[in-house]
Every structure is written in C-alpha cells, then in structure tokens.
C-alpha cells in the first residue's frame, strides 16, 4: 500500500479473492440471527439487504422510475451536467469505483467520458453485478 489513495496497483489474481459467493448452509445463520432479531423488535423489521435478490432490484428500478421518486433523476441530472468537469478532476488512467451500482447509469455516463483504466461496480445485488 501506497500514500494515502494510492492503494495496492498490482494485478489481483482469482485465487487471492474472498469467495464471491457463500455457501447456502453459511448463508442461513446470519438470515435466521437477522429474523429472530427483527422479529424481537416492537416494529418488526428486516434488514433491507434481504430485498435485493434479482426479484427485488428489478422492482427497485421500477420504483426508481416513478415520478414520485426523483433522487435517481436528480443524480444523473448532475452527473450530466458535470461529465466534463468530473472527467478532468478523475485525471487520465483514473479507476471508477461505483457504489450501490444496480443499473449502473451514472457509470455509463461517465465511462463514455472518462475511459477510465478499471470500473468496479460495487452493489449489494449479486444480479445487478452480472
């Protein structure tokens, strides 16, 4: 690891990479603590990780579209309007990182632009990623 923002440039190999998928089995006992602790709460309660199988984030992108629902409209509203001006403050080579990715609007956008060295979508939806 380098200065600060630098971070490790070499190549990372598929062996030296966590799982990307856990087993079935290690998968249930944080659901079944996540249940029996949301089912202890006055409101009862699940955390929202559970919602984005690839049933839920498609319902997700429909709820993203309705008029009602503006933040996805206002975000890429100011990724357009700043393409340029992120592209130049990125620097040539600049890696993209983009966190809760789902459809991955904004990178598009910004990929065009940038033609950055690496993207890594990063989202909670194992289908999104794919």
Known sequence: MGPAGEGDRR?????????????????????????LAGLGLPQKALPPKYFYDARGSRLFERICRLPEYYLTRAELAL??????????????DAQLVEY?????LKSRLLIRVMRPSAYLPVDISASALE
């Open 79 to 92: 990724t357009r309007a700043n393409l340029q001006a992120i592209a130049r403050f990125a620097g040539r």
């Open 100 to 104: 809760g990715s789902g459809e991955s």
């Open 11 to 35: 190549p990372h190999r598929a062996r030296d990479r966590p799982p990307s998928r856990l087993s079935h089995r290690r998968r249930l006992v944080p659901f079944r603590q996540d249940v």
